[in-house]
């Protein structure tokens, strides 16, 4: 029987594990037309290659990056896997650069699997006073002509914004690709392919979802050779993307923009409150002009707005008083702010930064706020009675 169409404005979800292919000659013009890795094939053949729900979330993606394609996976890390597997061509690999102040679930897997597991000459690139030398960085580059250079726009959890318009030129001027995560600037404040970038990261699960309950990460670029390694990669480990979380993806995108603007003036006008705040010592946002990176800053992001992380650091006579303030913060506004390891909720939240990242990190009072889109006044309220309350001791 014939089915009717129905007049629905949304993609629907295509749970099929697998597509009808009719007859013989589909099936065999359908294979050997997979071998060709399109975005968008003509026959579906199975979810883990290409599935219509989620090239749908991926084209609204598209639109956001202004990219010629985006492919969706299961998780951050995944996307971070399959846009790095890209550039691994056995033994003919070249090194690869990655700068130090990058999220440190990406440090991990390039200890454990890229180093430990797959044996492949890494190296490393760390900033001088909380910003990265750009001569320096020319030497390194030079000298080692790696496969890539990997990057973050805005740092997990310093924040340093790389000057990326001049770490791109460099690389390209010696024949390196540059990968950038751009989970905390996302395009709304910068599209890094404009400057020429090779690959775009996001977690998915930041942003672009904002709502705290599904996970995914997308990578986009604009050179289709690179698309074609990257479906062919993403297929044979099975790094797809659900095609229910890529439906919810997909509503959630249509509000990023709104949530993010709205994130991003909380998260300065916060910044601004805490750096006068005596029992806090260091604030760390790049819209402040006491950070590093303020300058970069306002050059990449074009006043647009800063992201909407802050890191601070309580004041202290030693740790133990550290600890005690922080810890003293956290349960102070645990009622409406809650202490979970993620960002991009709608909800602010936040996460100690050195029970996470201990050795890296190792200052005790430091804390990461990942701040939502809720009323300004409200957040402002909460934060500060915990504050009046510390400093009342």
Same mark, same amino acid.
């Given at each position: 029987m014939k089915?009717?169409?129905?007049?629905?404005?949304?993609?629907p979800?295509?749970?099929?594990?697998?597509?009808?292919?009719?007859?013989?000659?589909?099936?065999?013009?359908?294979?050997?037309?997979?071998?060709?890795?399109?975005?968008?094939?003509?026959?579906?053949?199975?979810?883990?290659?290409?599935n219509?729900?989620?090239?749908?979330?991926?084209?609204?993606?598209?639109?956001?990056?202004g990219?010629?394609w985006?492919?969706?996976?299961?998780?951050?890390?995944?996307?971070?896997?399959?846009?790095?597997?890209?550039?691994q061509?056995?033994?003919?690999t070249k *090194?690869w650069?990655?700068?130090?102040?990058?999220?440190?679930?990406?440090i991990?897997?390039i200890e454990?699997?890229?180093?430990?597991?797959?044996?492949?000459?890494?190296h490393?690139?760390?900033?001088?006073?909380? !910003?990265?030398?750009?001569?320096?960085?020319?030497?390194?580059?030079?000298r080692?002509?790696?496969?890539?250079?990997?990057?973050?726009?805005?740092?997990?959890?310093?924040?340093?914004?790389?000057?990326?318009t001049?770490?791109?030129r460099?690389?390209?001027k010696?024949g390196?690709?540059?990968i950038?995560?751009?989970?905390f600037?996302?395009p709304w404040?910068? !599209?890094?392919?404009?400057?020429g970038?090779?690959?775009?990261?996001h977690?998915?699960?930041?942003?672009?979802s904002?709502h705290?309950?599904l996970t995914a990460?997308?990578?986009?670029?604009?050179? !289709?050779?690179?698309?074609?390694?990257?479906?062919?990669?993403?297929?044979?480990?099975?790094?797809?993307?659900?095609?229910?979380?890529?439906?919810?993806?997909?509503?959630?995108?249509q509000?990023?923009?709104?949530?993010?603007?709205?994130?991003?003036?909380?998260?300065?006008?916060?910044a601004?409150?805490?750096s006068?705040?005596?029992?806090?010592?260091?604030?760390w946002?790049?819209?402040?002009?006491?950070?590093?990176?303020?300058i970069?800053?306002?050059?990449?992001?074009?006043?647009?707005g800063?992201?909407?992380?802050?890191t601070?650091?309580f004041?202290?006579k030693?740790?133990?008083?550290?600890?005690?303030?922080?810890?003293?913060f956290?349960?102070?506004?645990?009622?409406?702010?809650?202490?979970?390891?993620?960002?991009?909720?709608?909800?602010?939240i936040l996460m *100690?930064?050195?029970?996470?990242?201990g050795i890296?990190?190792?200052? *005790?009072?430091?804390?990461?706020?990942?701040?939502?889109f809720?009323?300004?006044?409200e957040l402002?309220a909460?934060?500060?009675k915990?504050?009046?309350?510390?400093?009342?001791?």
């Amino acid at each position: 029987m014939k089915r009717k169409e129905v007049n629905s404005s949304r993609m629907p979800v295509y749970r099929d594990s697998g597509f009808e292919l009719y007859d013989a000659g589909t099936t065999s013009g359908a294979f050997k037309k997979e071998t060709e890795h399109e975005r968008e094939p003509d026959n579906y053949i199975y979810s883990r290659y290409r599935n219509p729900t989620v090239v749908s979330a991926e084209e609204e993606i598209m639109k956001l990056e202004g990219c010629s394609w985006a492919l969706l996976t299961q998780s951050g890390m995944s996307a971070i896997d399959t846009a790095l597997s890209v550039f691994q061509h056995g033994k003919e690999t070249k *090194p690869w650069l990655f700068f130090t102040e990058i999220y440190g679930g990406t440090i991990s897997f390039i200890e454990s699997v890229l180093k430990k597991r797959r044996g492949l000459d890494i190296h490393y690139f760390t900033p001088d006073n909380g !910003k990265y030398d750009l001569n320096e960085f020319e030497k390194v580059v030079s000298r080692l002509k790696p496969e890539f250079v990997y990057i973050e726009s805005i740092s997990n959890p310093m924040l340093i914004v790389a000057d990326v318009t001049e770490i791109t030129r460099t690389a390209k001027k010696h024949g390196s690709k540059v990968i950038i995560d751009n989970t905390f600037a996302t395009p709304w404040l910068y !599209k890094p392919l404009d400057e020429g970038v090779d690959i775009v990261i996001h977690s998915a699960t930041k942003y672009f979802s904002g709502h705290g309950n599904l996970t995914a990460g997308v990578i986009c670029g604009n050179d !289709k050779k690179i698309m074609q390694s990257a479906i062919e990669y993403r297929k044979f480990v099975g790094h797809m993307l659900s095609p229910d979380d890529a439906y919810r993806l997909q509503t959630q995108i249509q509000s990023f923009e709104l949530r993010f603007s709205r994130q991003c003036d909380n998260a300065s006008k916060l910044a601004e409150h805490l750096s006068r705040v005596p029992v806090i010592k260091k604030v760390w946002f790049p819209g402040l002009k006491s950070h590093f990176t303020h300058i970069i800053a306002e050059k990449l992001f074009g006043g647009k707005g800063f992201g909407a992380m802050i890191t601070f650091d309580f004041d202290g006579k030693d740790e133990n008083e550290k600890r005690g303030r922080r810890d003293k913060f956290i349960k102070l506004v645990s009622e409406k702010i809650k202490l979970i390891p993620t960002l991009g909720d709608p909800n602010t939240i936040l996460m *100690p930064v050195e029970a996470v990242w201990g050795i890296k990190y190792p200052e *005790p009072g430091m804390i990461r706020l990942s701040v939502g889109f809720e009323d300004y006044s409200e957040l402002e309220a909460t934060i500060t009675k915990a504050l009046e309350g510390i400093e009342k001791g």
